[in-house]
T-cell receptor
Framework: LAKTTQPISMDSYEGQEVNITCSHNNIATNDYITWYQQFPSQGPRFIIQGYKTKVTNEVASLFIPADRKSSTLSLPRVSLSDTAVYYCLVVPMDMGRRALTFGSGTRLQVQP | NAGVTQTPKFRVLKTGQSMTLLCAQDMNHEYMYWYRQDPGMGLRLIHYSVGEGTTAKGEVPDGYNVSRLKKQNFLLGLESAAPSQTSVYFC????????????FGQGTRLTVV
């Protein structure tokens, strides 16, 4: 399984755009990149998933360069409620190998 | 629609006791997972299952056993609890689709004294 590396913590202010980058140098051809969000005392929640280029939904955008060795989660105009831990996962699509491993995540603190 | 339900929500065990945590999902998902999360840390995968009757080891399987006799249930057993197993345990399930969106239970807070 591909190992991921992301910053331990980040700080931002309300209304700013936040970009969290994840490194996954040994990603395999059949791996997807998935991001989750976790609030205190809750289980993680799916945010977005992509394979290459750019994916956007109502919550975030995910940018993946052509070599797929990294990815960037972009949160537009964050608010206090975006304070959470964000996890980058590399997920194999092969049946039997789809273990979701979370790593340590990035702790985002949004200030007023 | 209940989603993923974990039983119990809280438990205190004495060292050496055994217990089983139950995870039930009503979404007909193929994949199910058990994690532990220690304070201030990320989630660590204990065991997972890719379908009824299957189980596989995750990152930290020692001291735990699992069973998936029915598709909707995934049981996590501690045969002889140790203080190092004090943690919050999360169960999750996900469908067999390209989008790997996993749905999590509310967690079980286990303390071993």
């Amino acid at each position: 399984l591909a190992k991921t590396t992301q910053p331990i913590s980040m700080d931002s202010y309300e209304g700013q755009e936040v970009n969290i980058t994840c490194s996954h140098n040994n990603i395999a051809t059949n791996d997807y990149i998935t991001w989750y969000q976790q609030f205190p005392s809750q289980g993680p929640r799916f945010i977005i998933q992509g394979y290459k280029t750019k994916v956007t939904n109502e919550v975030a955008s995910l940018f993946i360069p052509a070599d797929r060795k990294s990815s960037t989660l972009s949160l537009p105009r964050v608010s206090l409620s975006d304070t959470a831990v964000y996890y980058c996962l590399v997920v194999p699509m092969d049946m039997g190998r789809r273990a979701l491993t979370f790593g340590s995540g990035t702790r985002l603190q949004v200030q007023p | 629609n209940a989603g993923v339900t974990q039983t119990p929500k809280f438990r205190v065990l004495k060292t050496g006791q055994s217990m089983t945590l139950l995870c039930a999902q009503d979404m007909n998902h193929e994949y199910m997972y058990w994690y532990r999360q220690d304070p201030g840390m990320g989630l660590r995968l204990i065991h997972y299952s890719v379908g009824e009757g299957t189980t596989a080891k995750g990152e930290v399987p020692d001291g735990y056993n699992v069973s998936r006799l029915k598709k909707q249930n995934f049981l996590l057993g501690l045969e002889s609890a140790a203080p190092s197993q004090t943690s919050v345990y999360f169960c999750a399930s996900s469908p067999d689709r390209v989008i790997t969106e996993a749905f999590f239970g509310q967690g079980t807070r286990l303390t071993v004294v």
